[in-house]
């Protein structure tokens, strides 16, 4: 089977097009309205909690709500707080939700893109939330050390999570 991909870049839209044995067979079009919001954080507000379908919806300021599945909601990897009940401020990053149990209509929530939208369906979103980087990822509420499979090392890894502790 002879697979090819060809490109088209320009300023105004993106084609890709998939051929097998000179027939197409995929075709992907991204206009400039079109970029992808996966990975993006937003502070939403809990719009509405359906606990039938166990997920709950919430704006995060795009036309449709996002879907958060109970099952994406915490683990038990989460702090608590970030800060003490004492120190908040108003505007400040709300802390982040434990369990399903805990959200209520009009509650704010920190959420980040897993899916964009799609169709009449609004984006997926989780509370766990993660910030990739080019030699570590930043999960905020975990209270554990990961360090990347692709370091082989031992001596290197055990380095490497000593000054992660330190930090």
Same mark, same amino acid.
């Given at each position: 089977?002879? +697979?090819?991909?060809?490109?088209?870049?320009?300023?105004?839209?993106?084609?890709?097009?998939?051929?097998?044995?000179?027939?197409?067979?995929?075709?992907?079009?991204?206009?400039?309205?079109?970029?992808?919001?996966? =990975?993006?954080?937003?502070?939403?507000?809990?719009?509405?909690?359906? %606990?039938?379908?166990?997920?709950?919806?919430?704006?995060?300021?795009?036309?449709?709500?996002?879907?958060?599945?109970?099952?994406?909601?915490?683990?038990?990897?989460?702090?608590?707080?970030?800060?003490?009940?004492?120190?908040?401020?108003? =505007?400040?990053?709300?802390?982040?939700? +434990?369990?399903?149990?805990?959200? +209520?209509?009009?509650? %704010?929530?920190?959420?980040?893109?897993?899916?964009?939208?799609?169709?009449?369906?609004?984006?997926?979103?989780?509370?766990?939330?993660?910030?990739?980087?080019?030699?570590?990822?930043?999960?905020?509420?975990?209270?554990?050390?990961?360090?990347?499979?692709?370091?082989?090392?031992?001596?290197?890894?055990?380095?490497? +999570?000593?000054?992660?502790?330190?930090?």
């Amino acid at each position: 089977m002879n +697979k090819e991909i060809y490109i088209n870049d320009t300023a105004t839209e993106t084609r890709i097009a998939i051929t097998e044995d000179g027939n197409l067979v995929e075709l992907y079009i991204e206009t400039p309205d079109d970029k992808s919001c996966v =990975g993006n954080i937003y502070n939403g507000l809990v719009e509405n909690v359906i %606990p039938g379908m166990r997920a709950a919806f919430v704006d995060i300021g795009q036309k449709i709500n996002a879907f958060l599945p109970f099952s994406e909601v915490g683990h038990e990897g989460q702090l608590s707080t970030i800060l003490d009940a004492d120190e908040k401020e108003e =505007g400040e990053i709300p802390a982040p939700v +434990k369990s399903p149990e805990e959200l +209520k209509t009009g509650d %704010p929530i920190l959420v980040q893109v897993t899916k964009d939208s799609w169709g009449e369906k609004g984006p997926r979103v989780t509370t766990n939330i993660s910030l990739p980087g080019r030699f570590l990822v930043l999960v905020p509420y975990a209270n554990y050390i990961g360090i990347s499979k692709k370091i082989q090392s031992f001596n290197r890894r055990k380095e490497l +999570k000593k000054i992660a502790r330190s930090i």
